[in-house]
């Protein structure tokens, strides 16, 4: 969904001073309002489409902060694993030297007993970075869906200029009222974004 304002709302603005200049009575009135509420949908969608811009750069860092706790979570996995590997590697010089019917030296279960510890503390670190990675996915996420409100107000918003312009060229109320009923849905989207 956009993010930016599309519709050049300077030519929009002078165009409609053109007409309100052209016409008195009620239809400069009718002109007048529908620039008022044209203004307005104008500053609401530049709001709208900030906060959009916003969220989204947000999110991502967040996103990028999450793959980099996943990375550091994977290292400690894999550094478990290398302490595993050495743990069955000492364990099975121990079952070598009780096979031979000898007394395995203190130092292999002192050892083993070293790199069991070691899993334990890193199985922790490791879990702590999982849970840390998860927390900054659901906040990225909640951004994103944050975003996706105030895209579609600002395309909503979008949509209401143009209808006001097309009321203020044509002098048809209906068509600005539709251009009121739109930026109000947009009004409400932008309170949903807010509100998430």
Same mark, same amino acid.
């Not at 009780?98 to 130092?107: E, F, K, N, Q, Y």
């Given at each position: 969904m956009p993010e930016e304002i599309e519709i050049d709302t300077d030519k929009l603005r002078e165009t409609i001073d053109d007409e309100i200049d052209r016409n008195d009575g009620a239809s400069a009135k009718l002109i007048r309002w529908i620039a008022l509420t044209t203004a307005i949908l104008a500053a609401l969608a530049a709001i709208a489409s900030l906060e959009a811009g916003g969220t989204v750069n947000e999110a991502l860092i967040l996103k990028t902060e999450s793959t980099r706790l996943q990375a550091q979570a994977s290292d400690q996995w894999a550094y478990y694993q290398a302490k595993g590997i050495k743990a069955g590697i000492v364990q099975?010089?121990? &079952? *070598?030297? =009780?096979? /031979?019917?000898?007394?395995?030296? /203190?130092?292999?279960?002192?050892?083993? /007993?070293?790199? *069991? &510890?070691?899993?334990?503390?890193?199985? #922790?670190?490791?879990?702590? =970075? #999982?849970?840390?990675?998860?927390?900054?996915?659901? #906040? &990225?996420d909640a951004l994103?869906?944050? @975003? @996706?409100?105030?895209?579609? &107000?600002v395309a909503l918003f979008q949509v209401a200029i143009a209808l006001g312009a097309i009321a203020a060229l044509t002098r048809v109320r209906p068509v600005w009222v539709g251009s009121l009923v739109i930026g109000g849905a947009g009004v409400v989207l932008g309170i949903m974004a807010i509100a998430h």
């Open positions: 099975a010089t121990a &079952a *070598t030297w =009780l096979a /031979a019917g000898r007394t395995p030296p /203190a130092t292999i279960a002192a050892e083993s /007993a070293r790199y *069991t &510890a070691q899993q334990d503390s890193i199985r #922790e670190r490791a879990s702590k =970075l #999982e849970r840390e990675r998860d927390a900054k996915s659901r #906040e &990225a994103m869906e944050r @975003h @996706h409100h105030y895209a579609g &107000a």
